[in-house]
Every structure is written in structure tokens, then in C-alpha cells.
């Protein structure tokens, strides 16, 4: 069991550490609090071996945590998130051929900005959604961290959701807050959602058109307001005026509406 006046002053150091690095004073516990999520969990369920280096990556982190460089861990720290992330998730053939019709984004980390910045907007009776979410490390991490009361985790590779369920568990993440469905995103409109995640799951044109009118108009009839946090955006030039860009920073952009 860990001294808990050791883990108090490891918190405080860490706080340190990383508001020198510049997070703002707001934020800074939120990153502290995944630093030591990622520092003090065990390793991955792995059968897939898709967790090769986590031992090493987590061992980096707790040697810059132990250290008096912010930045040496915040690279780490990132490091071993990007890892855990996957870079590319697993597809079949069928599905890697699908993906390539619509011009799919193959799974790259999102970052840590959109799990920080999404705290004033997740409530316990929000529903988010990620639509392309990979092995759903995003979503699983927003509901670590803000517990609510659904996740829809939206993914075209059976294994990269066999994954997710499995990283679900690891984080100890109850059962009926993660629904997981495996399937196309063109399939399945986002309603009755309050938080929407899009890291550009496809490009838009062709069907990938289709895929953003489509979601711009199912949100523009949502009885509630809705926060739509897309990084690398498409969605903008769909959304009717009713939706208001309230943050920009030229990777993440975040939309309220109707």
C-alpha cells in the first residue's frame, strides 16, 4: 500500500513541476491526476501484444517523475499515452478497405488537450460519443476522469473495440457506462448525445459528405445543447450558424448548439 503523505507530496511536486512547464493553474490537477493514473496502474491486458514497450515507457516516467524537470515529464508522460493510444488500430481486410473508400483517419492520438479542456462540459448525466474511436482510450479516459452516465464508443475494427473492452476493465470502468459498437460511423446519426469527440473519423468528400451533413443535421435537432470537441476539424463549414465556435487553437476546435 502506498504512504498516502508520499503520494500528498508526489502530487504536490508533480503540480509544481508541471505549472512551470506552463499549464494553466485551472488545468494543471487534471494532467497530474493521468500522470499518476498512467505511473501507478500495471500494465495492459496484452494478448495482442499491441503494449510491447508500456514497462519501459511507464519505468521512463517514473525516473522523470522522480526528477525536477517538468517538461522531461510531460514528454514522458505523453510518451506512454500516445502508446497506449495505439498509433493505427487493427483492421481487417474488409474493414482497412472500408476505411480507404470513406478516407478514414487511422487512430492517432487525440492528445491530452481535449480530456483537460472537456471538464466544464461533461456532467453526470452526459452522454458522450467518439465516433472513429479507435480502442476508446479517449472516451475511457473522460469517463476516469468525469464519470457520467454513458459512453458510445463508435469503431469499424473488432479487434481495436476487443481492445478497448479490455482497457475498460483494466481501468475499472463499470460495464454499462461504455456501450461499444462495432460498426461504420456513416451508420449511426449522433442522437441523443450531449458530447460528441471527432477526430476526423473521414474525409470530407465523397461519402465523407454525407457523413458530416448527416451529423450536422441530427445535432441541429437535438432537444439539448450540444459540445462538439473535433480535433483536426471538418465539421465547421456543415454546422448552421446556430452553433457557436467557442475555442480554436489550430488542432482542437469546440462548438455549442443549436
Known sequence: MRNPKSSTEEHDRLMKLLADVGFPS????????????????PP???????????SDLQKSLHEAMAGDDGEIVEEAFLELYA???????????????????????WSHAGGISPLILAAPHIRPDTVSADYGAGNGLQGLLLQKLYPHRKTIQIEI???AVAVGRRLQRWLDIEEHRIEWIVGDVLDYPPRNIDFLY???????????IHFYRLVADTLTQSPTEVTIFSIAD???DFLPPSFER??????LSCFRGP
Request: charged fraction near 25%; include cysteine; hydrophobic fraction near 25%.
Open 157 to 159: 475494427s473488432s479487434e
Open 44 to 54: 495492459p491486458p496484452d494478448p495482442g501484444n499491441h503494449f510491447s514497450r508500456y
Open 26 to 41: 485551472a488545468e494543471v490537477g487534471r494532467v497530474v491526476e493521468l500522470v499518476q493514473l498512467l505511473a501507478e496502474s
Open 246 to 251: 467557442f475555442y480554436h487553437d489550430g488542432h
Open 83 to 105: 502508446h497506449l493510444h495505439m498509433h493505427e488500430s487493427p483492421y481487417t481486410p474488409q474493414e482497412r478497405m472500408r476505411m480507404n473508400e470513406v478516407g478514414g483517419y
Open 234 to 236: 471538418c465539421l465547421r
Open 198 to 208: 471527432l477526430y476526423r473519423p473521414v474525409r470530407p468528400e465523397g461519402e465523407g
